[in-house]
């Protein structure tokens, strides 16, 4: 296991963030916290014997898939991840089973309902590294390329609503360094300490919240500066996270008929990304409180003419992040539906008694090491 101590200086001398400034854009409908459904459902408890490795069973290869990649040669054989030495299941084989998509909001001092001690935070990062989890992307599902070492199982970070906690900046002697017990602090000196955990978690950012909820933190709230906004995204961009779209203020889009707001809502946050990475590709989309638009298809494409400047900006998105349901389906399970993908919120003891029942009830997505070929339960 490697050891190396990273340090995160950011100059205070090229933070000005230039940009587009329609991302300010806040609202009284921001951010309520409440009882959330998935199709009808309000709960973790998503786990299904239907698909997963029963009791008893052995694992048997079938060829791969190929890659959803734009590009990619179906012949072209995909290199295995090389052993990290790290803690593994004793299960065998199953990449059909289900992993889990654990949800997070606010990284604050006090553990509530929507809130993660950062204490806590890392004590999670820990149970899943030692139970044989490696982190992927959302990118990394919808290609059906999760390429991890044999017997370690995948797990996706989501971040919700871009709040300072996640990502927050210390100003000292004027330089910037990031916050050792914000969401990112923690992650990186967490993937320095131990072989194998990449940068690969997934934040789904609003930009024009209220409450600071404006890629990670605006106007003095919480101590960060609305300059720093775009850096931020920038960075997380830099070092391999995904971004995704979770609106441009939290709209509850099941609230409006018009066709038109929905998608000004998603076109906007996918602008104001651009503003700082210009060309990011956006593949992921967070329904906010889990509420779909009237006209669902919208939550997976669609696109908003600016009335002002006459630009028209399209959207399209290989997945949609329901809010709640449970753990996620294999993408290789043929039941996956890449726009009904289920979360794990993170409270409490919830995600020990997830990933428990996983391997209690041998369901759990568990990788051969060789992502040429899909490893399945024996009939």
């Known amino acids: 296991m490697r050891r190396i101590r990273v340090v995160f200086v950011l100059l205070l001398t090229s933070c000005g963030a230039q940009g587009d400034t329609r991302d300010d854009l806040s609202s009284a409908d921001t951010l309520r916290a409440g009882n959330v459904a998935v199709d009808g459902e309000v709960s973790n408890d998503g786990l299904a014997t239907e698909s997963g490795l029963a009791p008893g069973s052995q694992g048997l290869t079938l060829p791969a898939s190929p890659g959803a990649s734009a590009g990619a040669d179906p012949s072209a054989r995909r290199v295995p991840a090389p052993d990290d030495g790290g803690p593994r299941t004793d299960l065998p084989p199953n990449e059909l089973g289900r992993f889990p998509v654990v949800e997070y909001h606010l990284i604050g001092e006090r553990e509530a309902r929507w809130t993660r001690t950062p204490e806590n935070f890392r004590k999670d990062l820990e149970l899943l590294y030692s139970r044989g989890y490696r982190p992927v992307s959302l990118r990394d599902v919808a290609a059906?390329?999760?390429?991890?070492?044999?017997?370690?199982?995948?797990?996706?970070?989501?971040?919700?609503?871009?709040?300072?906690?996640?990502?927050?900046?210390?100003?000292?002697?004027?330089?910037?360094?990031?916050?050792?017990?914000?969401?990112?602090?923690?992650?990186?000196?967490?993937?320095?300490?131990?072989?194998?955990?990449?940068?690969?978690?997934?934040?789904?950012?609003?930009?024009?919240?209220?409450?600071?909820?404006?890629?990670?933190?605006?106007?003095?709230?919480?101590?960060?500066?609305?300059?720093?906004?775009?850096?931020?995204?920038?960075?997380?961009?830099?070092?391999?996270?995904?971004?995704?779209?979770?609106?441009?203020?939290?709209?509850?889009?099941?609230?409006?008929?018009?066709?038109?707001?929905?998608?000004?809502?998603?076109?906007?946050?996918?602008?104001?990304?651009?503003?700082?990475?210009?060309?990011?590709?956006?593949?992921?989309?967070?329904?906010?409180?889990?509420?779909?638009?009237?006209n669902r298809e919208l939550a997976r494409r669609g696109a908003w003419t600016d009335p002002q400047t006459g630009k028209t900006t399209a959207y399209e998105h290989d997945i949609v992040l329901l809010v709640a349901g449970g753990p996620a389906r294999s993408p290789h399970d043929p039941e996956y539906d890449g726009m009904h993908v289920r979360r794990v919120q993170v409270f409490g003891d919830e995600l020990t008694k997830t990933l428990d029942r996983l391997d209690r009830e041998r369901t759990r997505y568990v990788s051969d090491g060789d992502p040429n070929v899909v490893a399945r339960p024996a009939n």
């Not at 017990?181 to 024009?208: P, R």
């Not at 099941?254 to 038109?260: A, E, I, P, Q, T």
């Not at 000004?264 to 700082?276: C, G, H, N, T």
Request: negative net charge.
């Open 144 to 294: 059906k390329n999760i390429n991890l070492p044999a017997g370690t199982s995948p797990v996706v970070f989501t971040f919700d609503d871009a709040s300072p906690g996640q990502f927050s900046y210390i100003e000292d002697d004027g330089e910037l360094r990031i916050d050792p017990n914000s969401a990112v602090g923690i992650w990186l000196k967490f993937a320095a300490e131990h072989e194998g955990w990449e940068n690969k978690a997934v934040f789904c950012m609003l930009s024009g919240a209220e409450a600071g909820r404006a890629f990670f933190g605006n106007k003095g709230i919480d101590g960060q500066k609305t300059e720093w906004r775009h850096r931020k995204v920038k960075f997380l961009a830099e070092q391999g996270f995904e971004l995704c779209n979770h609106t441009l203020w939290h709209a509850t889009l099941s609230n409006y008929d018009s066709d038109d707001f929905v998608q000004e809502q998603i076109a906007r946050l996918q602008l104001a990304v651009d503003s700082a990475v210009p060309g990011y590709r956006i593949r992921s989309f967070a329904l906010p409180l889990g509420e779909w638009p009237k």
